[in-house]
T-cell receptor, first 110, second 113 residues
């Protein structure tokens, strides 16, 4: 069975902190990887795709380690508005069968 | 405005009464999916569609049907709803032209009593 696992959380951090989320996936055939964010009772929205070489978007950095089947998300200088649940998503074959992790909830405190 | 719409947003129904949740996207995306989200389980894919008349089962298809007669619409049908189908449902669409980023609808909260 395909599985995606994430840090259980919740993470409670002060404003300005750096926080890292981890995600592991069981299917070595997985091809594409994403981080989504979901605010309470709202729809998930794409935060960033994760590329083999790693990628950065402002305060957010994503890394992929295919050998270890591990994905990470680093948030620097966290803001109150970063409070949300972060979902790790894996796609096996560039098709449409996406597997979501259970999510890690982040609360950034003033 | 590019969007995915779902209707209804909230629905309370009784066991066995057939219902349909509609989903429509205006982005001309080839791919559409249905998910359910339950506490502690995250989002689980119910069905997906690669294009018109092409659908396939996701991880939790039992008790659900879908159809894709038009590119923009992907309704979810519960022929005989049961209480274990009480959940938050999301429709999503995507295209390989945008790296398979999925755009989600606002969700439908279904309660089956």
């Amino acid at each position: 069975r395909k599985e995606v696992e994430q840090d259980p959380g919740p993470f409670n951090v002060p404003e300005g902190a750096t926080v890292a989320f981890n995600c592991t996936y069981s299917n070595s055939a997985s091809q594409s990887f994403f981080w989504y964010r979901q605010d309470c009772r709202k729809e998930p929205k794409l935060l960033m795709s994760v590329y083999s070489s790693g990628n950065e978007d402002g305060r957010f950095t994503a890394q992929l380690n295919r050998a270890s089947q591990y994905i990470s998300l680093l948030i620097r200088d966290s803001k109150l508005s970063d409070s949300a649940t972060y979902l790790c998503v894996v796609n096996e074959d560039y098709g449409q069968n996406f597997v979501f992790g259970p999510g890690t909830r982040l609360s950034v405190l003033p | 405005e590019a969007q995915v719409t779902q209707n209804p947003r909230y629905l309370i129904t009784v066991t066995g009464k057939k219902l349909t949740v509609t989903c429509s996207q205006n982005m001309n995306h080839e791919y559409m999916s249905w998910y359910r989200q339950d506490p502690g389980l995250g989002l689980r894919q119910i069905y997906y569609s690669m294009n018109v008349e092409v659908t396939d089962k996701g991880d939790v298809p039992e008790g659900y049907k879908v159809s894709r007669k038009e590119k923009r619409n992907f309704p979810l049908i519960l022929e005989s709803p049961s209480p274990n189908q009480t959940s938050l449902y999301f429709c999503a669409s995507s295209s390989d032209n945008v790296g398979y980023e999925q755009y989600f609808g606002p969700g439908t909260r279904l309660t089956v009593t």
